[in-house]
């Protein structure tokens, strides 16, 4: 296996290239030299998906898997690419100073990527318009991020599935209907309506295809934050190419296909229940039983953009992540002291002038 660097030279001065967010091509910061992507498009589904079962049972072929180098970072347990000639670097999910060892990850490659469509500097706007917009956050904070620290352009891992499925279920329909009867409130009789419900055996079959069933393969952020990044574009998936993680860095994946899978499991299960009690109708709805028969079941290895913003702030750590499409920005809330103790002095100052006006007015 030979490992991954996703250098690329500038032919006319030898400096690195990086990928230039927004555009199919290679920038060189330092003589300003420009080269294209050969860019392949596809429809959707048009990247060639993998036999889950096969994966399972290490029957991949060679070409699908792949060696790295990586960093473990002690502190978050990320795993992110790097060169051979890297020897130390900041975590960029925790800001944790690492040193990095000699490790390699073998892994299955990734299929398709969502190139990064927003730059350093729009991602950062998009941070701090997101900041301001925050009550109580402190003003430090926003300013420090203002002031121009790096942020980190990471591709992180996904997992997506398609399989179809077909379902037998044994329930319950149940028919709202009303009764009418007397009741004694207050010494009075009085006619009430009482909703009481009519059940009936329910069975029958629901079917659905699942098609890009989207599962996070990284653990080094909260699951709440990137699933707050969606909806992502996967129609606009590209097929991998190295030229597109030119100048930024590659998370590899933690959570293992066959985890993967459960996860993904979960969700479609739960789709199915909504199509069970759609298929039994009525006003309610229970569901005794539900035997689910899944096949053709395949994968993908993909890589979504995005910018990583890691902070330590009066001795504690902030992350902020940016979808590197969208802008869309999800973090960790801040809060300041101060802000919080004024405003309840303010209204408590308030509450005793309301209290002092209407005491006067009486």
């Not at 149940?174 to 009085?190: L, M, W």
């Not at 009936?200 to 069933?213: H, T």
């Not at 395949?298 to 890691?310: D, G, R, S």
Request: hydrophobic fraction near 35%.
């Amino acid at each position: 296996m030979t490992e991954q660097e996703h250098h690329f030279p500038c032919t006319a001065c030898g400096s690195d290239l990086r990928f230039d967010p927004g555009d199919d091509r290679l920038i060189c910061d330092h003589c300003g030299h420009v080269e294209a992507i050969e860019v392949t498009r596809t429809a959707r589904g048009g990247i060639k998906e993998l036999d889950f079962r096969t994966a399972i049972d290490n029957r991949l072929s060679a070409e699908e898997i792949e060696e790295t180098r990586v960093i473990t970072c002690p502190n978050c347990g990320a795993t992110t690419e790097h060169d051979a000639d890297t020897h130390a670097a900041e975590c960029p999910f925790c800001a944790t100073p690492v040193v990095t060892g000699t490790g390699t990850h073998r892994h299955i490659k990734p299929r398709g990527l969502l190139p990064f469509d927003l730059d350093e500097g729009r991602a950062r706007d998009a941070l701090i318009n997101w900041l301001g917009s925050l009550w109580f956050a402190p003003n430090g904070l926003t300013d420090y991020a203002r002031k121009g620290r790096k942020m980190n352009g990471i591709y992180v891992p996904y997992w997506t599935f398609d399989a179809d499925t077909k379902s037998s279920y044994r329930g319950q329909r149940g028919t709202h209907y009303y009764e009418t009867k007397t009741v004694v409130r207050d010494g009075k009789r009085k006619q009430v309506r009482v909703r009481k419900t009519r059940w009936r055996p329910a069975s029958g079959r629901v079917a659905r295809f699942f098609d890009d069933v989207l599962v996070l393969a990284s653990r080094s952020l909260p699951k709440r934050y990137t699933d707050g990044l969606e909806p992502w574009d996967l129609s606009a998936l590209e097929p991998y190419k190295p030229e597109y993680l030119a100048g930024f860095r590659a998370e590899g994946y933690q959570v293992e296909l066959a985890d993967g899978f459960t996860e993904a499991r979960q969700y479609m299960d739960r789709m199915i229940l909504r199509d069970v009690k759609y298929d039994i109708g009525g006003d309610e709805q229970r569901v005794s039983d539900v035997d689910t028969h899944v096949s053709d079941v395949t994968f993908k290895h993909i890589l979504l953009p995005v910018w990583l913003a890691a902070y330590k702030y009066r001795g504690k750590s902030y992350r902020f992540v940016v979808n590197g499409r969208t802008g869309r920005v999800q973090g960790e809330r801040p809060y300041s002291a101060w802000k919080i103790t004024f405003a309840v002095l303010f209204g408590l100052i308030v509450a005793l002038i309301v209290g002092y006006v209407i005491a006067m007015n009486q």
